[in-house]
């Protein structure tokens, strides 16, 4: 069973905006964290925004404050990271991720759950 499914990659030159969303299946748990990662060809995994399943004020990555955007619908279990002013240093495999835990926060990035990951490619 799939748990978690991304959309919306795609190639966009630098500028543009994408809209990447992600199905999630649902979860025995009330209340959880979910966040969108990325990771670019020779570089580690990295958080780019984070958000509680239940609301309340998202975390983001310095690289993307202020351009990205992350929204959780409950109702519909879909994960959304609305990017703007796309940069070509942006490009990676961007992944959504959930985990039940937490503690501490979401803005981390040892989720227990994560999708297939969909491409996206910012041209200069």
């Known amino acids: 069973q799939v748990q978690l499914q991304e959309s919306g990659g795609g190639s966009v030159q630098a500028g543009g905006s994408l809209r990447l969303s992600c199905a999630a299946s649902?979860?025995?748990?009330?209340?959880?964290?979910m966040g969108w990662f990325r990771q670019a060809p020779g570089k580690e995994r990295e958080g780019v925004a984070w958000?509680?399943?239940?609301?309340?004020?998202?975390w983001y990555a310095d690289s993307v404050k202020g351009r990205f955007t992350i929204s959780f619908d409950n109702a519909k279990n879909t994960l959304d990271l609305q990017m703007k002013s796309l940069k070509p240093e942006d490009t990676a495999m961007y992944y959504c991720?959930?985990?039940?835990?937490?503690?501490?926060?979401?803005?981390?990035?040892?989720?227990?759950?994560w999708g297939q990951g969909t491409q996206v490619t910012v041209s200069s």
């Open positions: 958000i509680y399943s239940l609301g309340g004020n998202p």
């Open positions: 649902s979860y025995h748990y009330d209340s959880y964290c």
């Open positions: 991720a959930r985990d039940p835990s937490i503690r501490g926060g979401c803005a981390r990035n040892d989720y227990r759950t």
